[in-house]
Structures are given as structure tokens and as C-alpha cells.
């Protein structure tokens, strides 16, 4: 009997038990996945839903950074040093740096380190994706089809929201509620653009059922975007799928598979035309004269090519207004953060009322104005640089997938740029999120066909920067833990006062005290870019603790200091004080800064009319009437010169002039009457 012969050790195969299964590129994508999933988080009671958003993007942050402290061994020495000498990182973390820097010059640095904390979080979020995708950017047909499907729940909900409301709601009401949980429908058509080049691949690496879902998205994808009217959304959808039809074909036709690239581009197209045609329906029969601001698809992309004057078009006039302020320091800015403490410059001769804008609607200005030319330039240079590697990658010896998803990826940062042109995504963290994934994507596809001379073992560098990374993002994280306490109590006060606005003697829920307790330390400007000293004032000038009050204003008026509002306040102070010199002062101000605001005009007006201060009366209506022209106006500025005793016949003048352009002006009909008595 032959004895078998005894198997050597090392010649065993492992059994599934010594063999570790590699879970690592289920659990890149599940962070990632948690990522994007924040933007799902229900709406809470905070004056702005991006609160919520920063804060669970830094806590994400900060366990993401403790997975890849725990798998270190996966980030290659090698390629973390290629990563940070790569030419967009550099470029990003250049911005980044001299942005911070930036702060040291700022009018309300407390105001620029909440703004700047944001910009923290975005570029950690780009790092610490870049170092989960190492070596497995094979998971981005995982996260496609993840991005695929959010789209088609987000879509679904937003053509459903609209068709279900569709003449029952006024048609512009119901497109300004299309906004999922952003809080803002450009933001949220902005994301769908960014998304879009994910769903096309998605179609392009997917079979069977789960192509028909990417499919289905991807029509949901274009049809919400129609249907929510954002123009830079419509621009930047037709730059996307400009660059994927060309760029793919171009790569499908070297690698002789152009057939099969024009059948995938006939989804793509006849998708974009069926959409097309649903919302140019829908729109046309829901806008016609029904609404001065929304319109079909076609009539919103030719309404661009009207507005080619800062008169026609309120964007040029802010760009135009925003350049001249760059002018004044166009090497350093005003720091970081603090371009809104500007904006009064140049709005309050563009703006009624109190409609107010922190941003001139194009980030590469913004950053120009808060962090200087230079800076801008060097923000403006990661899309230049994006565009060299793509075309480098394009017409190299790479492979089709790595080529592919060089194009998807340049897709979207293209979609990305177009909204930065238009609007102001910098603040924005769901934008920012697919911003850095996309750029992300971007550096480390590229980097993936580098190769190494050698690879070490030696993790200390990643273990040092997740040491730092931990520190500062636990001071994150409580940053935005204080925006969003802020934003919750903005919320409760601004609503307790606004019950109460224009019933006279009425008190409001909240007393000073308890509202005195609510707000944190940081930040000291509102959403609403009020101060929250200002809105503390208001309940003690309710509670009349006037002087109190006034102290208070006087206190915080640096942090937001070409703002009119604090003068209105004070006005409003002193006149309940009776002290009509020091409440005609304020008033004067407060209508002189803000020219096209009505409230002030009639304030200053009627102040002036107490002071019988005829000429002031026709000073204050000629600034105002330089900018505005109606007939409250109007009515309001006879009514200030008949009671300022001024010549009656003057008066008359006056107020014929203003029946001819008013002619049923009930007030200047009863003065008539009274003068000609």
C-alpha cells in the first residue's frame, strides 16, 4: 500500500479563512456614498439648510480621515507625494493658502473665518476623497450608478412637485419651490447639472435593468432642469453634453468602436429632445401671461442674448459694479469672506428696498474682490489645467475606460464652471461636494497611469497629516456646530418678529434676554447679512430700553459698517424717543445710503416735512426719483411739500405734474382739493 506523499507547507493553497477578503472598495464607496447623501437630509427649522449640510460634511470628514488613519498601508508613499506635487493640487492648495492668508486683512475677520471654515471643508473633502481613490478608481462605476439613482429619486420628486402643483399654484411660486432640501432652486439645478456626466457613464458601463434606471434618470435629470428655469443650468447641460458626444466619439472612433459610441448618443440626444419638448409644453401653456420672470426653454436662452447692458440685466450691472470695487485693491482683496460688507456699495443703487445680495452672482469676481487678481487667477487656472490633462489624456496611449473617464470628469468640472461663472457655488456644500469629487476623480485617474520606481512602506507623512487634519477639523466642526445653533435662532427670531411687523404695539414671543442667550459667539452676521446685534437691538427697542438699544447698534456697526439698516434703526429709536433731531439725522443717512428703498425715502421725507425742510423734502425725492420712478412716491412727496409750508402754488405745480402720470392718485386729488379752496 503506497503511502501518499505529504504536501508541503508553503505549496497549500490558502483556505477562505486564511485569505482576508478586501472589503476596501465596498467601503470607498459606501463613505462616498454617505457623502452624497447628505444633501438627502431632511429640511430642519434653520434660516439656511446649508447649515445642517457643513456641519454633517466636517463630521463626515472626520471619520472618513480616522478609515484611512486605520488603512494607511493603502495610501502608497509614492503616490501621495505625485498627488501633492500634481499641478491642480497645487494650484487648489495655493488658493486655499493665500485665501486664509487673506484674513489678516479683513474688515470682520470673525465673519471671513466662518466663510473660510466652509472652503476648509470643501478642500479637505477633496483631499481625503483623492487618498480614498488611490488605486481604486475602479469604483466609479459603483458611485455612477450610486449618483444615478439619487438623480432619479430627486428627479422624480421634482416633476412630480411640479405637475402635481400646476395650476394650482401662481406658476412662479411654483418654480421657486423646486429646490429639494437646498433651500435654493439654481443651487439645486446646479447639482443636477454637475451630476449628469455620472449618469452618462453610468449608461455607458451598465447592461440590462440597471442601464434602463441610469436611462430614466438621466431624462429626469434634464427635465427637472428645464422645468426649474435656471438658465446657467441650461448652458451648462448643453457645454456637458457638447463635450461628452464629441470627446467620447473622438476616443470611440480611435479605438474603431464609433458604432456603438452614436447608438449610446442616440439615447443621449433623443432623451434631451423628448425632455425638451415635455417642458416646452408645460411651460409655455403655465407661463403665458402668467409670469414676468419664467418662461419656456427657448424663451429664457434668448432672453440672454437681450440682456446685453448692466441696464437690462441685473448680473452685468453687479459684474460692472464689482470690477470697480476690485479696482481699489486689486492685489489683495478685502479678505476672504468679507465681499458681502461691500455689496451695499453697489446694490443700494441697484436694489429696492430690503432685497439685498451678498455675492455679484460670479465666484472668479468674488474671489478677485475678497482675495486679489492673483488669487483669482490662480482659482481660474485649475479649469485651464483640468483642460490640459484631459486632452493629454485624449490623445495618449491610455485606454479607453481611463480616457472615458477623463471626459466625464472634465464634463462635470465644465458644469461646475458655468454655475461659478453665473452664481456663487463657493458657499453652497452639496456644489462644493460634487466639486471635489469630480476634481478628485480628475487628479487621480490621471495619476493612475504614472508609474512608480518604487513603492515604500513608509506611512508616517499620512499619519502626520491625518494627526493635523483631526485637529483642525474638530475646530471645524465646531464652527459650523455655531453657524448652525446661529441659524436655528435666526430662524425662531426673525419669524417671532416678522408676526408681529407693522401691528403697532405689539409685543413679541421672545424677550431680550432669552434671545440674548440663544445666539453663540460666532458668527455675528446673519444669513440675511443683518447683524445679529441689529436684531438683538429690535427687542430692545420693543422692551424700550432705547439707550441700551442705541449702545447696542453703536457696538456693532464695524461688523457690517455700509449697511443702511442700522441707521433706520436708530432712527426709528430716537423718533420713538421723540427726539426728532437725532431721528432726522439717521433717517437721512439711511435714505441717502439706500436711495431706491421706499421706507427710508418716506421716513426721511416725512422727518424732514416735521423740521418744515422744504429743500431737503425735494433733495431726498430727486435721489430717489433718480432711480425709481412710481407713484407712492410721488404722492408721498407732494403730501411732504404741502405740510412743509411750502409755496402752494409750487405745490400745485407739483401735483398736476403728478395727476398727468397719475391721474386716480387719490392723495394728490384731496391736496388739489385743499389748494384750490
Known sequence: MNKKPKKNASSVTPSLAEKPIDFSNSIVTTIITFY??????????IQDQMGIHWLLLSILNILTIAYIAS??????????????RNSITIAYLSFFSIAGISLFIALNPTEGLIVYNRLFTATLAFLLVSFLLFNKINVLKNIA???????????????????????????????????????????FAAAFVIKLPFIVYCILTREGFLKILAILGLALCILSVFLINARAAFLGIILELVIILFAIGYVNWREGQLRKHLVTSSYIVGILFISFFISQNSLKKATE????TYGTVTSR????????TAESNIRLAY?????????KSPFIGVGYGNWKLYTPLYTNTLLNDNVFSKHPHNDFLEIAGETGVPNALIFLSIFVLALVITIKQLISKHNLETKTIAVIAFAA??????????????????????????LAILVINWLANKKLASKSTNTRPLLIFCMIATLLCLGSIYIHASVFKSSQSQYKVDNDLAAIDNIPNAMPKYKFDEVNQMFPKIPNIGENSETIGYKKAKYLQKEKRFDEAIKLLDSVHHQMPNLAYGDYLKCNIYLEEKKLDSAYKYGKKAAYAKPRHFYYFRMASYLAMVHKDAAEVKKLFAQYNKYRQDQQSYSYYAQSLFYSDYDKTEVKGIIMEGLKLYPNDAL?????AKISK
Not at 319 to 327: G, N, Q
Request: negative net charge.
Open 668 to 672: 394728490m386729488l384731496e391736496l388739489l
Open 319 to 327: 459684474w460692472e459694479k464689482s470690477i470697480e470695487l476690485i479696482k
Open 301 to 308: 436662452l434668448g432672453s440672454l442674448s437681450e440682456q446685453t
Open 145 to 187: 450608478l450610486i449618483i444615478s439613482l439619487i438623480t432619479l429619486l430627486q428627479g422624480f420628486d421634482t416633476v412630480a412637485q411640479f405637475y402635481k402643483g400646476l395650476g394650482k399654484v401662481p406658476i412662479d411660486a411654483l418654480i421657486n419651490s423646486l429646490q429639494g432640501t437646498t433651500g435654493n432652486k439654481n443651487v
Open 36 to 45: 452624497l447623501l447628505i444633501e438627502f437630509t431632511p429640511k430642519v427649522e
Open 413 to 438: 468640472i465644465c458644469g461646475y464652471f458655468v454655475d461659478a461663472f453665473f452664481n456663487f457655488p463657493a458657499e453652497r456644500p452639496n456644489i462644493q461636494l460634487l466639486f471635489s469629487l469630480t
Open 71 to 84: 488603512n494607511k498601508q493603502s495610501v502608497i508613499n509614492e503616490k501621495l507625494s505625485s498627488f501633492f
Open 289 to 292: 401671461n402668467n409670469s414676468e
